[in-house]
């Protein structure tokens, strides 16, 4: 399954709006018309694949499973530490959350990958529209290997364990800063679409050089995108799909400067540009 000539992407679902990182949010950004759906994954301690973007608990959104609230400076809620059954008692939808005023509330929690991955195929299957792209973002830095996450050569092949047990492989982009991440993926797994994550100012060269190949996607910070950024990546062949853009009026910016994708938080907005 090829990207598309535009690809519009649910951040985490569809975070403005409903929790991110959930089976809701994601239903729902399918039901806006995304083409694709970004999410973030970690590891649990008994090795398996969950949503989240956070490592541990973050106190701005998630509740403790007695739906309790935890200071910042108390939180010792890792969830690589955590088994998955314990993970699951976390309510991660209930509280407000500031940053995303207009988030509507509900009990829920994080979910495994293989859940969401089932529950997605079933709402397009159902809804009878095109299949969609997963684009799964591997949350690993070199700093917290052994401490969030595995390392990148476990985590990557946890993850793709669940890809191919669900046979989505054509329908799946593994993205990451990490270039290690990539690097464990492509070899292996040349068929799949990789696309690096970019938030640094090296240039887009030196970024490629310490990949050491050419992605399907460069994928850099809508701040970082220009003109020149954006034919450079053609060049080589590649898509630029930039994130996180949540206002209209970027949106449309963008999509002039040429990018092949906008990733955002208010996939409603989609339906204006
Ligand atoms: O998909 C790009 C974007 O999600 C990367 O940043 O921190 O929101 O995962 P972050
Ligand atoms: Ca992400």
Same mark, same amino acid.
């Given at each position: 399954m090829?990207?598309p000539?535009?690809?519009m ?8 709006? #409903? +929790? ?6 994601m239903l729902l950004a399918l039901d806006l018309g995304v083409t694709t759906l970004?999410?973030?994954? !970690? ?21 403790? +499973? ?12 890792? $969830? ?31 979910? !495994?990958?293989?859940?969401?991955i089932d529950a997605v195929q079933a709402h397009v299957k159902e809804r009878k529209r095109k299949p969609v792209l997963?684009?799964?973002? #591997? ?29 989505v492989?054509?329908q ?24 690096? #994550? ?30 020149? #950024? ?12 930039? $994130? ?9 910016? !963008? ?19």
């Amino acid at each position: 399954m090829e990207l598309p000539a535009f690809d519009m992407e649910g951040h985490r679902g569809a975070r403005g709006l #409903l +929790p991110e990182n959930t089976i809701p949010s994601m239903l729902l950004a399918l039901d806006l018309g995304v083409t694709t759906l970004e999410l973030d994954v !970690l590891i649990t301690k008994d090795e398996q694949v969950i949503l989240s973007h956070d490592p541990q608990l973050n106190p701005a959104y998630e509740f403790l +499973p007695a739906g309790e609230a935890v200071a910042a400076a108390n939180n010792t809620y890792t $969830w690589y530490d955590l088994n998955y059954s314990d993970i699951r008692k976390f309510d991660v939808g209930s509280r407000y959350y500031e940053e995303f005023p207009e988030q509507q509330k509900l009990q829920v929690h994080k979910p !495994l990958l293989s859940e969401v991955i089932d529950a997605v195929q079933a709402h397009v299957k159902e809804r009878k529209r095109k299949p969609v792209l997963f684009n799964i973002e #591997l949350k690993s830095e070199p700093e917290t290997d052994g401490k969030f996450h595995p390392r990148p050569e476990v985590f990557a092949q946890l993850v793709m364990d669940v890809v191919h047990e669900k046979q989505v492989q054509e329908q799946v982009i593994i993205q990451s800063f990490d270039v290690r991440i990539m690097q464990a993926v492509h070899p292996k797994y040349p068929h799949i679409k990789t696309a690096l #994550l970019v938030e640094n100012s090296d240039s887009f060269e030196t970024n490629l050089q310490r990949l050491g190949y050419s992605p399907v996607s460069y994928n850099p910070w809508y701040k970082l995108v220009t003109p020149a #950024l954006v034919a450079d990546c053609h060049q080589r062949g590649m898509k630029l799909i930039t $994130w996180t853009v949540n206002t209209l009026e970027e949106m449309r910016h !963008l999509k002039q400067m040429g990018v092949d994708g906008i990733i955002s938080d208010y996939p409603n907005l989609f339906r204006q540009l």
